[in-house]
């Protein structure tokens, strides 16, 4: 199953996310991949500011799912400082319906 979500980042930041992403944290990328999240891609739309993700789960639920780990509220909070986010530091995030795919 594919996942899609869109957030929103600050502007000005999209340099650090990026370099925050390009270092993720091995701990959180080895959750991610056992809790079957696969092909995960973010892109950016540099006239909104909004980030649009796409990630293959396998699991049971999304990356979206897993707030109630240690090292992803550590991720939240790291991140909150570039992101509109809740007042738990979670992304604010909008599901997406999938209207076409061609394999």
Do not use: C
């Not at 909150?80 to 909008?94: C, F, G, K, L």
């Amino acid at each position: 199953m594919r996942i899609a979500f869109k957030m929103k980042l600050k502007p000005g930041f999209k340099d650090e996310y990026k370099k925050r992403h390009n270092e993720l944290w091995p701990e959180l990328k080895t959750l991610l991949k056992e809790q079957g999240v696969s092909d995960y891609s973010i892109v950016y739309d540099e006239e909104t500011n909004l980030l649009f993700g796409v990630q293959q789960q396998n699991g049971e639920g999304s990356s979206q799912d897993l707030g109630g780990l240690e090292i992803v509220q550590k991720w939240w909070a790291y991140m909150a400082d570039i992101m509109e986010t809740n007042s738990d530091n979670s992304p604010v995030t909008v599901s997406l319906e999938e209207v076409f795919y061609m394999e």
